[in-house]
């Protein structure tokens, strides 16, 4: 049975690690656990649970900057900022329904520990672009902080970065600092309807290489629109590409009119306005077209924007299966009928045909995701250095052991 | 400014090095002649300066390969060059040391339109980027004041920011992927035309490395288009409080500028001087305020801007009415730095940034230090993101006024870090802020950070005496020192 | 930036001035960036900020120059485009004539080296003689491989043919045409009236045409950039000495408006002459007279109204207003700062005038650059051809002759001095070279 340890305060996380590397015990670090089925299954007697560090504690609105414990609720912090029109500009996605638990659980904690990245992600970055400082405990049980509360700093290497995307294998995040920014006052989406794949991400390119200044681009065809909850998607009854425009309200509607002149040649075009864009790109960030068909495996696939259609198009005719596109065509999600090995040489071997990329299996059986790799498998030099800044952050693998690579 | 020890040992195999290195690099490329060192012996930073032990300007990424393999294996030092305008001392040489020279690494790889990036070698300047893409309406956003001249290489190396990073980013933000060579020789390519790889954020981690962790041979950019317009405002002010307020109520309406910069008298003098922008002479401080996007939202935001500009005090306001006109705006700003070398024959080049609502205090016990010292200070910040860069002016040439400007300006950085603030926003630690890094960090978050550095380099040979003030032995690092482990402890809450 | 001159050395003008402009420099590395051999090879030691620490090095230890320091100054383009870039100010452009003059001084060079300086010194400011060479050179073009190094592309850059001695070179006045407005001294040059006679005739026509009297001067020589440029300090003093000499002798005739140079090269050398000869108590004052009257011929031309006098039927190619691509000579550009007037002159004349990219970078020619850095001339060149190709002009038009003589043969268009089209459109024969 597993034992779990839920530290109150910094100090009480500082020794709870330090226990575990003493007494060589690896833990499950977790805060809400909307995303334990993302990454490699890991083997441990002990679960860290976070979510007794939680709060927003230092919140400066002028500054454009928050405080929060590490297991806050994403829904609280939103809650706080949006209270001050302001938000967290990457747009953290909801993968909680999508990998079988609650809807709007999840903590900036777990979204960081992913690096998350919603469609914003092709103009404002990604969690690794808003996380600016944070305290945590390595696993070697002793605290330590880096960056600031100032969103300008380069003092010192970006550990920052280092954490962002390391799922808990190299220290436990107690506190994070956040660089927030303003919201728009109005958001708007322009939806261009019928065209194919390759054609959709050309439109979509036109209009991020544009200087409209796209928030969102994303394109579902046919049969993923369907599922939409937004009427003007699916009821569509034809693919539709969907490019998000947000900022004052003149900007707003001067760039929907331009973006549509612009993309009439990809199809006719309709525009959606606030509630309606929210569900949509909310629906887009957290795969939910791909949530009901529980069985099939998930990737995520972040590739070169162009080949997107490409790399889609090849795993199909091999597996079969559904995907759609976000970030300009460059974020491939494919949901694919169940097999042993999730297909995974199909889309490693389409990716690595498109120039390269990462590949990550989001959603598949334990099994699967023990058998074979979630991640892009990495090259020798880079495993090698991989292992050793594991070692020189968690020497005795206490910290998620193997979520991410066996032996990291 | 005390630099590691020189290992006599390494000294004495110098003729050897050299042949070696001849051996992979052909032709000039090796320049060994004290009086040819000379020119190499510091950066931009000209406070410190050593003597390299050899230049090595390689043209490929197989040369530094077999040249860093090389230094691997026989255990010399390598400090990694670009185009030396680091303001910290990042490319101060090391007298053990084999400065590695980018310089050669000129060329455009690719320009990729559709996917929105540029391939370049790491020796392309800043603003080359920009001159290559901008017929087709593109550039790439970060824009260092030293963009003429500094590389995309070292602005990696040093995560540079410049005076459109709040709105845009630090090049952080805009590095796609790197190719890097590791001190083993071993290439490794992190990143590429697509977003967040997945393994842990080597390209995160690598830019603002400071040329600790690698040499950066090949870097993928983001290029943006253009905004359809851009303006900017001039807007003087008689205090520096009122600036400092206006540019917290600029924020505070929700709008994100960008860039906004300030610049206290006597840099609105100095630059005056030499760009002739039409800046008020008469003003205490002036920002510059720049807005873009379409026509409708600009034209929206400058009335915003103005009125906010006018409640704060504002004492003359011009816009610009043409892009010559916000261009020349700009070239005063961009020049500041160097155009103080026409007021003093030399600088100190501060770099803090603080929360902004401190900026008042931080103005008001700077010129306290000012006058203590008895050495002027020019300002000039980057307001948006409360980044400042305080100009001490020195005569190196008088006896003592070297030890009195870095004197003073490790007041100012330990100032910054007691408001709240931090040492350095986009310059890097270097040498120059290196001993103040305790001020900021514990002994344990330098050492996780070290430990990190030991990771890619074991033996500490890339960039020797840089960003960190004690450097501690890998083999010591790595050891495990786990306190009050043995008990399981009364008060933690457990299931 | 620091300097360690003692008090002593301090008292020597010219260290003084080299310690003034060493401290204005901040070394923030920007003159790299626009810096011609450094942009081509890379090395600190090829930009103006590595000079500036060679030559420091070189005058606080009061050492001879040594081959390396010898080597990366002989690179510099003397282009200026440094001092276009320097936000601190710093004058390179003196610093390194000093240097040169040290480097006269002090460092033997080899014989050939020797052999070429002192043979190019003595025929290039020589009209007769250089025309005689190039006549030489062409009649040994077949046998241009037996030519030793450098010599070699001396002979290769021969022109086809050697135009002869035009009238214009005699001392003599042109009187003004209509009612005289200013009465000028043309600078007729040396190089260029052998390479290009039509250049200073058209200039003339110009000049007359729009009200000014222009006066060939008795006396006046080469303007001296050439030898001053390889250091050669005696021979600089006494040619630029000759012509402050031969142009006072003109403003006793009677007022003189100004020193019209069309070769922008002698124009910043001319426009120099005070600080060439500012130690020099009893000419000072006179040089800084001559240096303060001299314009280039934009300059002049700017202020005149060419507007009225451009013909109705403007210029045309195959009767469409020729584009133009006007490459801007460093030392119009960088040395004089001038660069708005020429393509204002070309865009009032009826000209499509268009700039290349890279505008700052220099062409390679320098003056005697292309003989004697032949790799790295020749390197630059074949870079701003490209540059200007792109452009999609008709025909280039410059405002220096060595410019014009380094891009004509580089880039398949023609290329012309910019009066000389200025000077079609307002009715002056067709250039030839247009064809």
Same mark, same amino acid.
């Given at each position: 049975m597993t034992e779990t340890l839920r530290p109150e305060t910094p100090e009480q996380l500082r020794e709870a690690v330090a226990w575990a590397t003493s007494a060589d015990t690896p833990l499950e670090v977790a805060a809400a656990g909307t995303k334990r089925v993302f990454g490699r299954p890991c083997q441990t007697s002990h679960r860290l649970d976070l979510s007794g560090l939680a709060g927003v504690t230092d919140y400066e609105?002028?500054?454009?900057?928050?405080?929060?414990?590490? +297991?806050?609720? @994403?829904?609280?912090?939103?809650?706080?900022? *949006?209270?001050?029109?302001?938000? @967290?500009?990457?747009?953290?996605?909801?993968?909680?329904?999508? @990998?079988?638990?609650? +809807?709007?659980?999840?903590?900036?904690?777990?979204?960081?520990?992913?690096?998350?990245?919603?469609?914003?992600?092709?103009?404002?970055?990604?969690?690794?672009?808003?996380?600016?400082?944070?305290?945590?405990?390595?696993?070697?049980?002793?605290?330590?902080?880096?960056?600031?509360?100032?969103?300008?700093?380069?003092?010192?290497?970006?550990?920052?970065?280092?954490?962002?995307?390391?799922?808990?294998?190299? +220290?436990?995040?107690?506190?994070?600092?956040?660089?927030?920014?303003? *919201?728009?006052?109005?958001?708007?989406?322009?939806l261009v309807y019928g065209a194919e794949d390759g054609a959709a991400v050309k439109a979509l390119a036109q209009a991020l290489g544009s200087a409209f200044d796209v928030s969102g681009a994303a394109h579902l065809p046919a049969e993923v629109a369907a599922g939409s909850g937004v009427d003007y998607v699916a009821g569509a009854g034809r693919p539709v590409t969907a490019v998000r425009i947000e900022g004052t309200g003149a900007s707003v509607e001067y760039r929907c009119q331009a973006i549509r002149e612009n993309l009439a040649e990809f199809g006719d075009t309709e525009e959606l306005h606030s509630s309606n864009s929210v569900t949509l790109w909310s629906e887009v960030a957290g795969a939910a077209y791909f949530t009901a068909e529980a069985e099939t495996q998930v990737w995520r696939v972040s590739a070169t924007p162009g080949a997107g259609p490409r790399l889609a198009a090849e795993v199909r005719a091999e597996t079969g299966g559904r995907a759609y596109y976000d970030w300009g065509g460059g974020l491939v999600w494919l949901a694919l009928p169940p097999r042993p090995d999730a297909a995974h040489e199909v889309v490693r071997g389409a990716l690595a045909a498109a120039g390269g990329g990462h590949a990550t299996l989001l959603r598949a059986a334990e099994s699967v995701r023990a058998a074979f790799p979630v991640f892009e498998p990495q090259g020798e030099a880079l495993k090698a250095l991989s292992a050793r800044i594991k070692d020189a952050f968690d020497p005795k693998r206490v910290l998620n052991p193997g979520r991410m690579y066996a032996g990291v | 400014m005390r630099m590691p020890e020189p290992d006599a040992a390494v000294l004495a195999r110098r003729g050897d090095i050299i042949e070696q290195l001849r051996a992979i690099v052909p032709g000039e490329g090796v320049i060994v002649d004290e009086d040819e060192l000379r020119a190499y012996e510091c950066d931009g930073l000209t406070a410190y300066r050593q003597l390299p032990m050899? $230049?090595?300007?390689?043209?490929?990424?197989?040369?530094?390969?077999?040249?860093?393999?090389?230094?691997?294996?026989?255990?010399?030092?390598? $400090?990694?060059?670009?185009?030396? #305008?680091?303001?910290?001392?990042?490319?101060?040489?090391?007298?053990?040391?084999?400065?590695?020279?980018?310089?050669?690494?000129?060329?455009?790889?690719?320009?990729?339109?559709?996917?929105?990036?540029?391939?370049?070698?790491?020796?392309?300047?800043?603003?080359?980027?920009?001159?290559?893409?901008?017929?087709?309406?593109?550039?790439?956003?970060?824009?260092?004041?030293?963009?003429?001249?500094?590389?995309?290489?070292?602005?990696?190396?040093?995560?540079?920011?410049?005076?459109?990073?709040?709105?845009?980013?630090?090049?952080?933000?805009?590095?796609?992927?790197?190719? =890097?060579?590791?001190?083993?020789?071993?290439?490794?390519?992190?990143?590429?035309?697509?977003?967040?790889?997945?393994?842990?954020?080597?390209?995160?981690?690598? #830019?603002?490395?400071?040329?600790?962790?690698?040499?950066?041979?090949?870097?993928?950019?983001?290029?943006?288009?253009?905004?359809?317009?851009?303006?900017?405002?001039?807007?003087?002010?008689?205090?520096?409080?009122?600036?400092?307020?206006?540019?917290?109520?600029?924020?505070?309406?929700?709008?994100?500028?960008?860039?906004?910069?300030?610049?206290?008298?006597?840099?609105?003098?100095?630059?005056?001087?030499?760009?002739?922008?039409?800046?008020?002479?008469?003003?205490?401080?002036?920002?510059?305020?720049?807005?873009?996007?379409?026509?409708?939202? =600009?034209?929206?935001?400058?009335?915003? =801007?103005?009125?906010?500009?006018?409640?704060?005090?504002?004492?003359?306001?011009?816009?610009?009415?043409?892009?010559?006109?916000?261009?020349?705006?700009?070239?005063?700003?961009?020049?500041?730095?160097?155009?103080?070398?026409?007021?003093?024959?030399?600088?100190?080049?501060?770099?803090?940034?603080?929360?902004?609502?401190?900026?008042?205090?931080?103005?008001?016990?700077?010129?306290?230090?000012?006058?203590?010292?008895?050495?002027?200070?020019?300002?000039?910040?980057?307001?948006?993101?409360?980044?400042?860069?305080?100009?001490?002016?020195?005569?190196?040439?008088?006896?003592?006024?070297?030890?009195?400007?870095?004197?003073?300006?490790?007041?100012?950085?330990?100032?910054?870090?007691?408001?709240?603030? =931090?040492?350095?926003?986009?310059?890097?630690?270097?040498?120059?802020?290196?001993?103040?890094?305790?001020?900021?960090?514990?002994?344990?978050?330098?050492?996780?950070?070290?430990?990190?550095?030991?990771?890619?380099?074991?033996?500490?040979?890339?960039?020797?005496?840089? $960003?960190?003030?004690?450097?501690?032995?890998?083999?010591?690092?790595?050891?495990l020192h786990v306190s009050g482990g043995q008990t399981r402890f009364p008060d933690l809450p457990r299931f | 930036m620091q300097t360690k001159f003692s008090p002593a050395q301090l008292a020597d003008p010219h260290i003084e001035t080299a310690n003034g402009i060493l401290r204005a420099c901040v070394h923030c590395g920007f003159c790299t960036a626009t810096c011609p051999s450094y942009v081509l090879l890379g090395d600190e030691l090829d930009s103006p900020r590595g000079r500036i620490y060679l030559i420091k090095d070189m005058l606080e230890n009061e050492r001879p120059a040594s081959a390396k320091l010898v080597k990366h100054v002989d690179r510099c383009l003397s282009c200026l485009s440094c001092m276009t870039t320097c936000p601190s100010g710093v004058h390179y452009m003196h610093l390194v004539d000093h240097a040169r003059t040290r480097i006269a001084e002090t460092y033997v060079r080899p014989w050939p080296e020797r052999l070429l300086r002192a043979l190019l010194a003595v025929v290039l400011p020589r009209p007769s003689l250089f025309r005689l060479a190039l006549v030489g050179a062409r009649l040994a073009r077949p046998f241009k491989g037996l030519f030793p190094g450098r010599l070699k592309g001396l002979v290769a850059m021969a022109p086809a043919s050697v135009p002869g001695p035009s009238a214009l070179d005699r001392p003599q006045v042109f009187p003004a045409q209509g009612v005289p407005q200013r009465r000028v001294a043309l600078l007729t040059g040396c190089a260029q009236r052998v390479l290009r006679p039509a250049i200073n005739e058209a200039t003339v026509r110009l000049l007359t045409r729009l009200g000014c009297e222009v006066v060939v001067a008795e006396g006046v020589g080469c303007c001296a950039a050439l030898v001053h440029h390889m250091g050669r300090e005696a021979e600089t003093d006494a040619q630029v000495k000759a012509n402050i000499a031969a142009f006072e002798r003109v403003m006793e005739g009677g007022a003189l408006d100004a020193i019209v140079v069309n070769a922008s090269g002698c124009g910043t050398m001319v426009k120099d002459y005070g600080h060439v000869l500012r130690t020099e108590v009893a000419w000072a004052e006179r040089a800084r007279r001559v240096a303060a009257l001299a314009r280039d011929v934009s300059e002049v031309l700017v202020e005149l109204d060419l507007g009225t006098l451009v013909t109705p039927d403007k210029p045309g190619i195959d009767g469409e207003p020729p584009v133009v691509a006007y490459h801007s000579a460093c030392s119009l550009r960088h040395g004089q700062k001038i660069t708005k007037e020429p393509k204002r002159l070309l865009a009032d004349a009826g000209f499509e005038v268009r700039e290349p990219a890279e505008a700052h970078l220099c062409c390679g020619s320098a003056g005697t650059y292309n003989l004697l850095q032949p790799e790295l001339a020749s390197a630059l060149g074949a870079r701003k051809a490209d540059r200007l190709a792109a452009t999609g002009a008709q025909v280039i038009a410059t405002g220096n002759i060595g410019c014009l003589a380094q891009m004509t043969g580089a880039v398949g268009i023609p290329v012309v001095h910019t009066v000389e089209l200025l000077d079609w459109a307002m009715g002056g024969p067709r250039p030839p070279e247009l064809g």
């Open positions: 609105p002028a500054e454009l900057v928050m405080g929060v414990g590490a +297991a806050t609720p @994403l829904a609280e912090i939103e809650a706080a900022l *949006a209270a001050n029109n302001q938000q @967290l500009a990457f747009e953290p996605p909801d993968f909680g329904p999508l @990998l079988g638990a609650a +809807a709007g659980a999840g903590t900036i904690g777990g979204a960081i520990a992913c690096n998350l990245a919603g469609p914003r992600r092709v103009k404002a970055g990604a969690a690794r672009d808003h996380i600016i400082g944070f305290h945590a405990v390595s696993g070697r049980g002793e605290d330590f902080k880096s960056g600031g509360r100032v969103v300008k700093n380069v003092t010192g290497f970006d550990l920052s970065k280092l954490m962002a995307g390391s799922f808990g294998t190299l +220290a436990v995040m107690a506190d994070v600092n956040l660089k927030v920014m303003p *919201a728009p006052e109005r958001t708007r989406t322009v | 050899v $230049v090595v300007l390689p043209e490929t990424t197989e040369q530094i390969s077999r040249v860093l393999r090389y230094c691997h294996e026989t255990g010399v030092k390598i $400090v990694p060059r670009g185009a030396g #305008t680091s303001l910290s001392g990042g490319a101060l040489p090391v007298a053990d040391a084999i400065t590695l020279g980018l310089g050669k690494f000129k060329r455009i790889l690719e320009i990729d339109y559709e996917n929105r990036s540029a391939v370049v070698q790491p020796g392309v300047t800043n603003l080359a980027i920009t001159e290559a893409v901008e017929h087709q309406g593109f550039y790439y956003a970060p824009d260092p004041s030293s963009q003429i001249a500094c590389t995309i290489g070292g602005n990696v190396a040093e995560n540079s920011g410049g005076v459109h990073s709040l709105k845009y980013g630090l090049t952080t933000n805009n590095v796609l992927g790197v190719e =890097v060579v590791l001190m083993t020789g071993e290439v490794l390519r992190l990143g590429g035309k697509h977003l967040d790889s997945g393994g842990y954020d080597l390209l995160g981690v690598i #830019t603002g490395s400071e040329g600790l962790l690698g040499v950066i041979t090949e870097v993928t950019v983001r290029i943006l288009q253009k905004p359809e317009t851009a303006r900017a405002f001039l807007i003087g002010f008689p205090s520096n409080e009122s600036a400092g307020d206006c540019v917290a109520a600029i924020i505070a309406a929700g709008i994100i500028p960008a860039g906004v910069e300030m610049m206290d008298k006597p840099a609105i003098h100095a630059v005056e001087d030499f760009v002739h922008a039409g800046y008020p002479r008469d003003v205490e401080a002036l920002l510059i305020v720049e807005l873009d996007g379409p026509e409708a939202e =600009v034209a929206d935001l400058i009335a915003r =801007v103005q009125a906010i500009a006018e409640e704060t005090g504002a004492v003359t306001i011009r816009i610009s009415q043409s892009e010559d006109e916000r261009l020349v705006f700009w070239a005063g700003r961009k020049a500041a730095f160097p155009a103080v070398g026409r007021i003093s024959p030399d600088y100190y080049c501060m770099d803090g940034t603080i929360p902004r609502r401190a900026l008042a205090t931080v103005l008001k016990r700077m010129a306290a230090m000012s006058s203590h010292y008895s050495l002027r200070v020019a300002n000039v910040f980057h307001a948006g993101d409360g980044n400042l860069h305080p100009l001490v002016l020195y005569d190196a040439n008088e006896p003592g006024e070297l030890e009195r400007a870095e004197a003073f300006g490790a007041d100012i950085l330990k100032l910054c870090v007691e408001v709240g603030g =931090v040492l350095t926003g986009e310059h890097g630690v270097g040498v120059e802020k290196r001993d103040l890094m305790g001020v900021m960090f514990t002994e344990d978050d330098l050492k996780h950070q070290q430990r990190l550095k030991c990771a890619f380099d074991p033996d500490g040979l890339l960039n020797p005496g840089k $960003v960190y003030p004690t450097l501690h032995r890998c083999a010591e690092l790595g050891r | -």
